[in-house]
Each structure stands twice: as C-alpha cells, then as structure tokens.
C-alpha cells in the first residue's frame, strides 16, 4: 500500500529562522512529489513538484529537495515569516494517465507555526 | 476566473437529515475530486470523476453519493448525515498534463449534531 509519511506532526519557530520538513514515502512506481501549503480555513495551493530526475527545486524561500534512491524529500524555509504559518503536505503520485486516473498520496502534513 | 468554488461554506445537519455539498470549477479540467479533511487524519478521498459521465469510489465512499452533473460541477450528497461525517470538505479539480497538479476549492465546513 501506497503510503506518505510527514514529520514533525507540528513544529513552531521563531520568525527570521529557518526550518526543514520531511516526507518519507513508500509510492511506487514514482512519478512526481509535490509540496502544498494549507492555510487555515482554505483548501492546499501547490508550493513545487518534483519529478524523478529532480533533487532541487526552489520557489522563493522554499527549496524542496528529492532523494528517489532513499524515497525521502525535505522542504526548507528560509527566514521564516509569519505568513508562513500553514499547514504543508507532501503528496505524491504513482501513475501519469491522461485518462483521469490519477490518485495521489497524501502525508498528513506538518502544522508550521511561526512565532514573531 | 474564480478557479474552484463551493457551496456553502458552512453548514449544519442534525442527524438522519440530507444535504447537497456543490462544487464547479471553471478551468476545463476533465478530472474532479472531493476529499474530507479531520484533523490529525490529513486528506482522504471520498469519489472522483476521471472525466464527465464517470465517477468511481475512493477510500472512504461510504455514506456519499456523487454525480458529475456536467464538465463544471461535481456535487456531493449525504442522503442521511450521521455525526462520524462531521469534517471539512474539499473539492479539486485537476489539470491533465505531467504536472498533475490538483487546484482546490475553499472548503464546505459541515457538522452533524
């Protein structure tokens, strides 16, 4: 069975620092992992996706990296800021089918809380 | 372009009542979700509809019913609401290409009392 685990469950920070999130997944065979970021009250927005080739990827002050042999991926904030406070799952798929049948696996995510 | 909507944003059942939960999305994607959302649980799907006139199971189907009433919507309907159905629900849809990325709606808040 197909299964992405998050960690921390919850992480609170200072604001300025930074912090790294992990995802572990058992999904085979892989096709891309991506980050999305929950704020409260509001449904996942995409942050990056990772394909099999990629081990970096930056969007902003977040930087996803991806190790397909270890099947871990991590998420790095840079100089946190208060409105990084959210919720961040990791989700990855195994399959690529135009027709539709695409069924991803989600983590549970991890609750970020940035403290000014 | 409101990307994915839902209707309504809140919502209170009381036990054995029945309900329509709505979602539209206006980008042309083929494939629409629903998940629900309980806490420490992240998100499972309920159904999906690959492309319009298909719909099939996810892993929690029990208690829901759905139609894809066209390429746009998708609703999800609890003919007799039980309290274990009180979560967030949202809606997705997806765009077809490599990315597979998935856009979602704002979410429908419901409680069963």
């Known amino acids: 069975k197909n299964q992405v685990e998050q960690s921390p469950q919850s992480l609170i920070i200072l604001e300025g620092k930074n912090c790294t999130l992990q995802c572990n997944y058992t999904v085979s065979p892989f096709s891309n992992l991506r980050w999305y970021k929950q704020d409260t009250g509001r449904g996942p927005v995409s942050l990056t996706i990772?394909?099999?080739?990629?081990n970096t990827k930056s969007n902003g002050r977040y930087t996803a990296t991806l190790d397909a042999d270890t099947k871990q991926s991590s998420l790095h904030i840079t100089a946190s800021q208060l409105s990084d406070s959210a919720s961040y799952i990791c989700?990855?798929?195994?399959?690529?089918?135009?027709?539709?049948?695409?069924?991803?696996?989600f983590g549970r995510g991890t609750s970020l809380i940035v403290h000014p | 372009n409101a990307g994915v909507t839902q209707t309504p944003k809140f919502q209170v059942l009381k036990t054995g009542q029945s309900m329509t939960l709505q979602c539209a999305q206006d980008m042309n994607h083929n494939s629409m979700y629903w998940y629900r959302q309980d806490p420490g649980m992240g998100l499972r799907l309920i159904y999906y509809?690959?492309?319009?006139?298909?719909?099939d199971k996810g892993e929690v189907p029990n208690g829901y019913n759905v139609s894809r009433l066209n390429k746009r919507e998708f609703s999800l309907r609890l003919e007799s609401a039980a309290p274990s159905q009180t979560s967030v629900y949202f809606c997705?849809?997806?765009?077809?290409?490599?990315?597979?990325?998935?856009?979602f709606g704002p979410g429908t808040r419901l409680t069963v009392l």
């Open positions: 989700v990855v798929s195994d399959t690529y089918a135009s027709g539709g049948s695409y069924i991803p696996t």
């Open positions: 997705a849809s997806r765009l077809t290409s490599p990315s597979n990325e998935q856009f």
């Open positions: 509809s690959a492309s319009e006139g298909t719909t």
């Open positions: 990772m394909t099999f080739s990629e």
